[in-house]
């Protein structure tokens, strides 16, 4: 199976990471799919507003919704998560090299958001590049039955693996 997920440990880090291997690989001229996740910080100091950028489009959209100042909690807009997913569900029948998604998070562990997405490419032999943090490692390893790797979140070990799981792909061309 060509799956595989990396965790960084600060916050946000994985983000960046995802964020620059896209931009890499695109440049390569990959046909990545998915989306990366852009934090930006707000004047007011509350919580980063979460934008995810859609992938190879570049179409962003913001996931986070503005609870007010006192409010705590999940933050993730519902809706606009669910946009993304049929972006870049549309996006797979154009052809792809590689799916990245940002997160495997709460939705993808309760069976919503990219959950269905992953397991599609995953069946259409498309490599799928995942973050992820401690939270929803577990349900993320159910998901993926033990058949995931875990990649360190260095720019040089994820292009490796990138470079191993295209290799067939680029014979055929």
Same mark, same amino acid.
């Given at each position: 199976?060509?799956? &595989? ?26 046909? @990545? *799919? ?10 007011? =100091?509350?919580? @980063?507003?979460?934008? %995810? ?21 999940? *933050?993730?807009?519902?809706?606009? #998560?669910?946009? &993304?997913?049929?972006?870049? &569900?549309?996006?797979?029948?154009? /052809? =792809?090299? #590689?799916?990245? %998604?940002?997160?495997? /998070? ?5 069976? *919503? ?9 995953? &069946?259409?032999?498309?490599? %799928? ?32 693996? %990138? ?11």
């Amino acid at each position: 199976m060509k799956l &595989a997920y990396t965790m960084a440990p600060g916050r946000g880090d994985t983000d960046l990471v995802l964020e620059r291997l896209a931009a890499d690989l695109a440049a390569r001229g990959l046909r @990545c *799919r998915g989306t990366v996740q852009i934090n930006s910080e707000r004047a007011d =100091a509350g919580p @980063c507003d979460m934008d %995810v950028r859609v992938l190879p489009a570049g179409t962003v959209l913001r996931i986070s919704q503005d609870l007010g100042p006192q409010a705590r909690g999940c *933050r993730l807009d519902p809706a606009a #998560l669910e946009t &993304a997913v049929a972006m870049v &569900a549309a996006s797979l029948s154009s /052809g =792809a090299d #590689l799916l990245i %998604v940002n997160k495997f /998070g709460k939705h993808e562990a309760e069976g *919503r958001g990219f959950r269905s997405v992953i397991a599609e490419a995953v &069946a259409m032999d498309i490599p %799928v590049l995942v973050g992820l943090n401690a939270l929803n490692r577990p349900a993320f390893e159910s998901f993926a039955e033990g058949m995931a790797t875990q990649l360190p979140p260095e720019p040089a070990a994820l292009i490796a693996w %990138v470079n191993e799981m295209t290799a067939s792909a680029d014979m055929l061309v």
